[in-house]
């Protein structure tokens, strides 16, 4: 049974192939990577591992990307994706850096399924350590999965962060990249401005992974968050381009035991893309 939200290639080796276990490919990459997820999926991917189109999983009423679905909608999904509720699941991606894996363990965790982990280093170490992989789709018998949005569960909207932003109350944590923070990178979906949420602090995700991809050590994940400015005795916010990456702080977080974190969903793609949204580009706030 998963007891960890991070397991390491070799445990998921010796345990791949076992009834109640399901791996799932929940590779995701931005519009401007050139790199198709399905197709790589298709291509090479965990044996037994089902591909989560993290596309179709979102709410696809919301105008915004990656939007957290209805409950129903998700169970649904999940069970045709032939999952079930005893199931404990590992979820791995393609981006070397938790690009979106830890999205989905977010997404699971939500709506109740806590049996879910990230594979540290995703399919990258997996591959270099020259474990099996295999090609084609695959299909397993349709599920019976349950979902039910958690009590309490930690998701913030754009009001919310507009009065953190003013008061202070919550520290909102950017994980993009620093030339998105600072405008002096394009943002790779069209028609959103340049620029973070004013008071914001920036974190890129990719920096809470080691060279191998495997998330850093837990004191250098420590130092790595509060050099960024974060004060792990405050709530949090954590945001991105549109509500995934962020994720991988969550997960961070999560590691370290700090509890105090929620998710602006709507990310960038809502902020950036209205008119009625402050917006600064300087190197934002450091303590």
């Not at 932003?165 to 520290?171: D, F, I, K, R, T």
């Not at 993009?176 to 620029?195: C, I, N, Q």
């Amino acid at each position: 049974m998963i007891e960890r939200a991070l397991v390491t290639t070799q445990w998921l080796a010796d345990r791949l192939g076992q009834p109640r276990l399901a791996v799932l490919d929940g590779s995701m990459y931005l519009p401007t990577s050139g790199r198709d997820a399905t197709a790589e999926y298709a291509a090479a991917h965990i044996p037994g591992a089902v591909f989560f189109d993290l596309e179709a999983s979102s709410d696809n009423r919301s105008s915004l990307p990656h939007m957290l679905p209805p409950a129903a909608d998700f169970a649904e999904r999940m069970s045709s994706l032939g999952l079930d509720d005893a199931d404990d699941l590992v979820v791995y991606d393609g981006s070397g850096a938790n690009l979106s894996a830890a999205r989905v363990w977010w997404m699971f965790r939500t709506f109740g399924h806590e049996r879910v982990a990230v594979l540290d280093g995703g399919i990258r170490k997996w591959r270099r350590e020259g474990r099996p992989v295999e090609g084609g789709t695959v299909t397993r018998r349709r599920g019976s999965f349950s979902a039910r949005r958690q009590p309490g569960s930690a998701i913030r909207n754009l009001e919310a962060v507009r009065e953190a932003a003013v008061s202070g109350s919550e520290q909102i944590v950017d994980l993009r990249s620093a030339g998105r923070f600072t405008a002096a990178a394009p943002e790779p979906r069209a028609g959103l401005r340049g620029g973070h949420i004013p008071g914001s602090r920036s974190l890129p995700y990719d920096e809470l992974v080691d060279a191998d991809g495997t998330v850093l050590p837990e004191p250098a994940l420590t130092r790595r968050i509060t050099g960024a400015g974060v004060d792990l005795s405050r709530p949090i916010i954590a945001t991105c381009g549109s509500g995934v990456s962020a994720c991988a702080l969550l997960l961070a977080l999560h590691l370290l035991g700090h509890d105090q974190v929620s998710l602006y969903d709507g990310a960038w793609a809502e902020w950036g893309g209205r008119s009625d949204t402050p917006i600064d580009s300087g190197p934002g706030r450091s303590g």
